[in-house]
């Protein structure tokens, strides 16, 4: 059973910054496809970013582009995302999920993902 677990949260003014890392108990190198997800009370789980292949290639909400990086840090085992210019729309429970294998439908789709971390809360305030 693998295990993800988050940390770097924490509560931010609006422009802020904060990091977000993913600890996992497998190779991140040979992982098909990690990603961020987030939920706010009240609202679907929606997908922010995601690595593929290792971290050879990526993808971002369009809510997120320009502002959220994400990447691995395969000597570590590591998943991280790096959040700039902070909104208080950012505000969730930020997951970070994986898939060692390929599966199906679009990176956004938490079905992709079989393995999940507990989260971490991010709070942007004005």
């Known amino acids: 059973q693998v295990q993800l677990v988050e940390s770097g949260g924490g509560s931010v003014q609006a422009g802020g910054s904060l990091r977000l890392s993913c600890a996992a108990s497998?190779?991140?190198?040979?992982?098909?496809?990690m990603a961020w997800f987030r939920q706010a009370p009240g609202k679907e789980r929606e997908g922010v970013a995601a690595?593929?292949?290792?971290?050879?290639?990526?993808d971002y909400d369009d809510s997120v582009k320009g502002r959220f990086t994400v990447s691995q840090d395969n000597a570590k085992n590591t998943l991280l995302l790096q959040m700039n210019s902070l909104k208080p729309e950012d505000t969730a429970m930020y997951y970070c999920?994986?898939?060692?294998?390929?599966?199906?439908?679009?990176?956004?789709?938490?079905?992709?993902?079989?393995?999940w971390g507990q989260g971490t809360q991010v709070t942007v305030s004005t």
């Open positions: 497998r190779d991140t190198y040979s992982s098909h496809s």
């Open positions: 690595s593929f292949a290792g971290g050879r290639m990526t």
């Open positions: 999920a994986a898939a060692w294998s390929r599966r199906t439908g679009g990176w956004y789709y938490p079905s992709r993902y079989n393995y």
